[in-house]
């Protein structure tokens, strides 16, 4: 895929994710709701349609049509881990956490409504991912519902993206640096995870041999992985107008990353590994 072809594909994944996400999130009570509170709701839609690159909806629609279905089940998939992911980045930026003012460009939840509320749109958000794969609309089979219930909640939970997330607020407080296989185990927990589940869920929902889904988990490991060392690089060179968020927060809160453990152009050589470890894989799966 050349890079104008993906720019419009990674388009029209954002156009259909977003109308997606626009119909969960009406202000409307849906089908056996009691109620949806006002200032809740504007909360979540604040956080989730507010602009991302939706990378992660992105691999899950790729995936499955590029194994032949093209459907609104890996559309509603794709919206469900786009859920986690505004749920994690909410409460990622809370004071207890990261402590972060500024995402996309735009005031944090917290800062826009108030920290209780963020924390509420978080938790419903997280639990709103789960009612859309448990939809018989998402897949016909309670089988592979089930399946994408269960390996979600292992990729968001205790040894995934939160797990990850522990270990990351231990790394900033530790008395030295981490050594790289614990930031590569860090970092495999809390972004890898998901987007290694992102991939993973394309192939399920399409029916993938054992083959290609395996050669596709290797592929979403190694994708996963570089996502997370090129956007270590972005925040040790980029500036805060270009992306939305603070830059240098890495190095003033002592994060654990690659970059930090190997330096800019060690850094670099790894992801260049990583895309090239990618590519083989995704060629592998046929």
Not at 54 to 71: K, P, Q
Not at 99 to 105: N, S
Not at 239 to 264: F, N, P, S, W, Y
């Amino acid at each position: 895929m050349q890079r104008d072809e993906f720019q419009t594909k990674l388009a029209e994944t954002v156009a259909a994710v977003e109308r997606e996400l626009e119909d969960l999130l009406a202000f409307k009570p849906q089908a056996a709701e009691i109620h949806r509170p006002k200032r809740l709701i504007a909360a979540m839609r604040y956080s989730t349609l507010g602009g991302g690159k939706r990378l992660r909806a992105f691999l899950v629609i790729e995936t499955a049509r590029a194994l032949g279905r093209s459907d609104g089940g890996p559309v509603r998939a794709g919206a469900a881990i786009e859920c986690v992911h505004a749920y994690s980045l909410i409460h990622d930026d809370l004071p207890a956490m990261d402590d972060d003012d500024l995402r996309r460009g735009k005031p944090t939840a917290h800062r826009a409504f108030d920290e209780a509320t963020a924390i509420l749109a978080g938790d419903a958000l997280q639990a709103l991912a789960f009612e859309i794969l448990a939809d018989p609309r998402t897949d016909p089979s309670a089988e592979i519902r089930a399946a994408l219930s269960l390996e979600l909640a292992r990729a968001a939970g205790l040894a995934g993206m939160v797990g990850g997330q522990m270990l990351d607020l231990q790394a900033e407080t530790a008395d030295a640096p981490r050594p790289r296989e614990e930031i590569a185990r860090l970092q495999a927990m809390k972004t890898g995870a998901l987007l290694r589940f992102s991939v993973e869920a394309g192939a399920r929902l399409a029916g993938a041999d054992p083959r290609a889904s395996d050669a596709l988990a290797a592929y979403g490991r190694a994708v996963g992985t570089a996502f997370q060392v090129a956007d270590d690089l972005l925040d040790a060179e980029g500036d805060t107008a270009t992306l939305g968020k603070r830059a240098g927060k890495d190095a003033g809160r002592h994060k654990a990353t690659l970059v930090a453990a190997l330096g800019i152009d060690g850094a670099r050589q790894e992801l260049s590994r990583l895309v090239a470890e990618a590519n083989a894989a995704v060629d592998a799966a046929g």
